[in-house]
């Protein structure tokens, strides 16, 4: 049924990858300290990128002062529903270079992957979109719109902004956001939860500078010492989160400790933290970690009393959360009689809102038909723990179009870290089962 679509795929899949190895190689990383001249050569690039793969209309969209956007159109038969295929086209910092196994910004094929920054997040969503208009000859079945945003890694702080601005050239009945992750290897999954998120930072100060910890320790409290007894406190025996008034959930799928084990690196001396089902842990319950601690480093240690400390927080929201109030539940929280009276400030900083769905409806049969079909198993639905802020941003701005976060991503791509990269097969599969989904939705009876 679907072979004339799967013979154009494999025949353009070399195109494919050649169009993720251009990308790769331009370090389009938005955040401040770098370059932005390279987020703007990687929005031309994916401009040309497009053209050539039969889109109409490519432009750059601007607004002063933001790194650029593309938007590029492929107008499909009249009354047909319009697609807006998203990804973006900026990456996280490389980090160490000694951490890599390859060159960061080069895409190299190695033991069935393809290693580089941005291969799987999200350069592969930019090629995928590039692929699905070559596979129709740039006459899609249904009316395609693609929109690549160029600040998804530094938080997407103007999208709003671009939706403000764009309002009706990124209208669409459908919104597919291929920034998300399958939930395994060669498991095709459409995700329909995402963990909010909020941020602070805390300082402690105990003494109004440095003292001779021979001279005054022990009964001077230093604020290092301080600010661990606060942290300590985010967390209960078990490593649940044990701020009071944050939202639970709970998953019906389960996902076993060893495959958690293997995906994410814990050591085997360590205990997972937290109760109930590994899957509910990650997508459904409120998650604490701290990110980073300001103090004088260890090699620069000295005889002293430390007299202040800062640390950042991170809090992730089960969906169905409210990012303002559990901003202020962590903050009550740290802010609570410190050990020994010490002075303590707490900065909020970001929020986030999670984001959840019900999968119901002709896009959503026809993405779980096409991906289906592409892999070669059922399509599953899963929650991420990571969060994606401004699905919602898209989700208020456009209430009746049907949002569906895809990706070829899987638990082990190691996306913002050393070693990133993606599946050969799965990313096939997935330019695959996003064709075969729009071929269904342009058959389907139109509106």
């Excluded at 991420?384 to 401004?390: L, T, V, Y």
């Excluded at 050969?424 to 996003?434: E, R, T, Y």
Aim: charged share 20%; hydrophobic share 45%; glycine share 10%.
């Amino acid at each position: 049924m679907f072979e004339h679509l799967e013979a154009a795929v494999d025949a353009d899949f070399a195109t494919t990858i050649r169009t993720l190895e251009e990308l790769v190689g331009i370090p389009s990383v938005s955040a401040a300290e770098f370059d932005p001249a390279q987020v703007r050569s990687s929005a031309d690039a994916a401009v040309g990128l497009l053209a050539a793969a039969g889109a109409l209309d490519v432009r750059l969209l601007e607004l002063d002062g933001v790194h650029p956007a593309v938007l590029a159109e492929a107008p499909g038969p009249q009354g047909a529903p319009t697609v807006l295929l998203y990804a973006h086209h900026d990456v996280q910092p490389p980090g160490p270079s000694d951490e890599w196994d390859t060159p960061p910004f080069e895409l190299v094929e190695k033991d069935g992957r393809l290693y580089g920054r941005g291969s799987s997040d999200d350069k592969a969503g930019v090629a995928q979109h590039a692929a699905t208009i070559r596979a129709f000859g740039g006459k899609p079945p249904v009316s395609i719109k693609v929109f690549l945003e160029g600040e998804e890694e530094i938080g997407s702080d103007h999208l709003p902004e671009f939706l403000d601005a764009y309002s009706s050239e990124l209208a669409a009945d459908v919104i597919v956001i291929a920034d998300s992750a399958n939930v395994e290897l060669g498991t095709p999954s459409l995700t329909t939860s995402l963990r909010g998120l909020t941020d602070c930072t805390i300082e402690v100060r105990t003494l109004e500078g440095a003292v001779h910890s021979g001279g005054f320790g022990g009964v001077a409290p230093d604020a290092l010492t301080v600010l661990a007894r606060i942290l300590a406190t985010l967390h209960d025996e078990d490593g649940n989160v044990a701020v009071p008034g944050l939202h639970w959930g709970e998953s019906a799928l389960e996902q076993t400790e060893e495959q958690f084990r293997s995906e994410c690196g814990v050591l085997d001396s360590v205990e997972l933290t937290g109760s109930g089902s590994i899957a509910g842990r990650l997508w459904n319950k409120p998650a604490i970690a701290v990110l980073a601690i300001d103090a004088p480093p260890v090699a620069e240690a000295i005889t002293q009393l430390v007299p202040v400390a800062v640390a950042k927080v991170s809090l992730r929201l089960a969906p169905g959360d409210d990012p303002a109030r559990a901003a202020n539940a962590l903050v009550t929280h740290l802010e609570t009689a410190p050990a020994w009276g010490a002075e303590v400030t707490v900065t909020q900083g970001a929020l986030g809102d999670p984001f959840e769905l019900e999968a119901v409806g002709p896009a959503y049969d026809a993405f779980r038909e096409g991906l289906e079909h592409a892999y070669g198993v059922p399509t599953v639905e899963v929650g991420q723990g990571g969060s994606i802020p401004f699905v919602a941003a898209f989700q208020d701005r456009y209430p009746d179009a049907a949002i569906l976060l895809t990706g070829v991503a899987d638990p082990g791509c190691k996306a913002h870290g050393p070693n990133e990269s993606v599946s050969i097969a799965d990313f096939k599969s997935g330019i695959l089962g996003q064709v075969i989904a729009l071929q269904i939705l342009g058959s389907s009876p139109r509106r």
